[in-house]
């Protein structure tokens, strides 16, 4: 997540107007981070999140779902 463009240019507008002078998140490094952002973890927009709470149902199951079926997932991978 440190690597996305927000952090990387410390574009907090006026809410971190004097910790952005002492942050450099181009030396940061978080493997476990970067291994759950990219191989383990789910992005969803937020724009996903402004529907109707039958939408937030929807994913919700959908999620459960993956949870629900992830051995054959993971047998249908190798």
């Given at each position: 997540m440190y690597r996305q463009p927000?952090?990387?240019n410390k574009a907090f507008g006026p809410y971190l107007h004097q910790a952005t002078k002492t942050l450099d998140y181009g030396k940061v490094n978080c493997p476990n981070?970067?291994?759950?952002?990219s191989?383990?973890?789910a992005w969803l927009?937020?724009?996903l999140f402004?529907?109707?709470e039958s939408d937030m149902e929807d994913i919700a199951s959908a999620f459960?779902?993956?949870?629900q079926h992830r051995n054959?997932?993971?047998?249908?991978?190798?």
């Open positions: 927000l952090f990387l981070c970067e291994k759950i952002c191989e383990e973890g927009e937020h724009s402004l529907g109707p459960e779902k993956v949870y054959a997932l993971r047998e249908a991978r190798v």
